[in-house]
């Protein structure tokens, strides 16, 4: 597949990234001839330096050929013109747009975006992403990770195993013997800093980070065996009142009137702004590395910190002191990928990276065969994948036993006719069934391969 890519930033370059690591053919365009050169030395792309929307940049990085477009600039106006001329003039087939402002994407406004105005297949909002993002965490106090998929009947949940935890040296093989009316199964293990994609003589060990697909209706009940059955935040400070922090109060407003929140907000206009566009949430004016503001925020009787401001280093210290003063547990935004390893050790409970969130949701769109749904784990080591089978996937009619799934891939659950299935060797996949599973990063080809939508896919 022919990529252009307009962006070379934290995301730009990410999805570069992967796909230069797929053996797809990637040009990146940018404006920053540093960041070009430092594309050039690093990835096997073509970079140009220049404007992502002119036409002449976009000619020169092969847009007649193209493919597909992925405009992530840091500019709405640019990624929505780049993807015009795309289409307009090279008739460039799939055209993918990052655009931050709410105005844009208002509901009233839908028909801005179609074929016959300005022809984006697919927006994605960075900010609207993360904070649901955000929400499933605080909704999911025991989860490192989670994720939903099959119509929100399909959870992914990543769970840590404490010294604790009542499933370590099992073999996973008997937790379904144990639990046989639990919808659940540890479809991938982070140990060590690798990924095992495991089978069912394996066992969890502590410290293992395990990958559980399960049932929506199942999760919290998987939580409690793992020895997770933290309450749910009802008291919640919120370090940052940008457009993620505003997202997430203004949604928990809506969906918990009981829960108790407070913004701190550094920049007195928008701390004005935000107060004046909610209507129980307490906004305080101040730097949340303030240890006078925290207290004010009476961070020392907080279930959670929430910090979600656009500063890496601010988000990490200010998540710290919260649970020095007495906050039970925090949640950062963390953006560059330096700083993920050390987490735990910095005093981390649980972060989101918005890097990692927004290629998620372009993955799905740039993999083929009928996939529905990516979530991208451990910075790209594996991928959490929802699938249709078609009448002509390979997989379909044939039981999993006898299939023999390529490695790398274990298949969590099935949805068929409204019901979530556990599967087994004897299942077998039937056309239309939805297929959630995990795929190792070099196992993905297989699992669109499994999925295509026709004899003639590759």
Same mark, same amino acid.
């Given at each position: ?20 690591? +797929? ?20 990835? /096997?792309?073509?970079? %140009? ?26 500019? /709405? ?11 307009? #003039?090279?008739?460039? !087939? ?9 105005? %844009? ?23 609207? +992403? ?6 499933? @965490? ?37 937790? $379904? ?26 066992? &969890? ?10 049932? @929506? ?5 998987? &939580? ?22 505003? %997202? ?8 918990? !009137? ?35 503001? #925290? ?12 910090? #979600? ?9 200010? $998540?710290?002191?919260?649970?020095? &003063?007495?906050?039970? $547990?925090?949640?950062? =935004?963390?953006? $560059? ?16 990276? !918005? ?7 372009? &993955? ?5 065969? @009928? ?28 039981? =999993?036993?006898?299939? +023999?799934? !390529? ?7 099935? %949805?068929?006719?409204?019901?979530? =299935? ?10 239309g069934d939805r297929v959630v599973l995990l795929a190792a990063t070099d196992s993905v080809r297989h699992v669109e391969q499994l999925f295509r939508v026709s004899l003639e896919f590759f």
């Amino acid at each position: 597949m022919k990529v252009i890519i307009c962006g070379a930033g934290r995301v730009g370059y990410g999805i570069a990234e992967r796909l230069s690591t +797929e053996d797809n053919d990637v040009s990146v365009i940018d404006t920053s001839p540093p960041l070009i050169h430092a594309i050039r030395e690093t990835l /096997d792309v073509r970079g %140009y330096v220049g404007h992502g929307a002119h036409p002449d940049v976009l000619s020169q990085a092969g847009a007649d050929q193209a493919d597909m477009i992925i405009a992530v600039t840091l500019y /709405d106006e640019v990624n929505m013109v780049a993807c015009q001329v795309a289409h307009s #003039l090279f008739n460039v !087939p799939t055209k993918i747009a990052r655009i931050r402002a709410q105005s %844009y994407l208002a509901s009233h406004y839908s028909d801005l975006f179609s074929r016959e105005h300005m022809p984006i297949d697919v927006i994605i909002s960075p900010e609207v +992403e993360v904070g649901q993002m955000v929400l499933r @965490r605080i909704a999911l106090p025991g989860a490192n990770d989670a994720v939903r998929f099959a119509e929100d009947n399909i959870a992914m949940v990543a769970i840590e195993c404490q010294d604790d935890c009542p499933v370590v040296n099992t073999p996973l093989e008997q937790l $379904s013997d144990l639990f046989p009316d639990l919808t659940a199964t540890v479809a991938g293990i982070w140990r060590d800093n690798k990924l095992i994609v495991p089978h069912s003589g394996d066992q &969890l060990m502590t410290g293992d980070l395990a990958y559980v697909i399960c049932d @929506r209706t199942h999760v919290h009940r998987t &939580l409690g065996l793992f020895g997770h059955e933290e309450p749910e935040a009802t008291r919640i400070v919120i370090a940052g009142g940008g457009n993620i922090g505003f %997202y997430v109060a203004q949604t928990i407003e809506e969906r918990q !009137p009981r829960t108790k929140i407070k913004i701190i907000e550094n920049d007195r206009d928008r701390a004005v702004n935000v107060a004046d566009n909610l209507s129980r949430t307490v906004v305080l004016n101040g730097s949340s590395l303030d240890q006078q503001i #925290l207290v004010e925020a009476d961070i020392q009787d907080a279930d959670l910190m929430v910090a #979600l401001t656009n500063d890496d280093q601010v988000n990490i210290l200010s $998540s710290i002191m919260a649970k020095r &003063l007495g906050c039970k $547990s925090n949640l950062a =935004l963390i953006n $560059s990928s330096a700083f993920l390893d050390f987490t735990k050790t910095m005093g981390i409970d649980a972060h989101v990276n !918005p890097r990692a969130v927004t290629i998620s949701r372009i &993955l799905q769109h740039v993999r083929r065969g @009928r996939i529905l749904a990516v979530h991208s784990v451990e910075q790209g080591a594996a991928e959490i994948i929802e699938a249709q089978a078609m009448e002509t996937s390979p997989i379909v009619g044939t039981t =999993l036993r006898e299939f +023999e799934l !390529p490695h790398g891939i274990r298949i969590g659950a099935l %949805y068929r006719d409204g019901k979530v =299935l556990l599967p087994d060797g004897d299942s077998k996949i039937k056309t239309g069934d939805r297929v959630v599973l995990l795929a190792a990063t070099d196992s993905v080809r297989h699992v669109e391969q499994l999925f295509r939508v026709s004899l003639e896919f590759f």
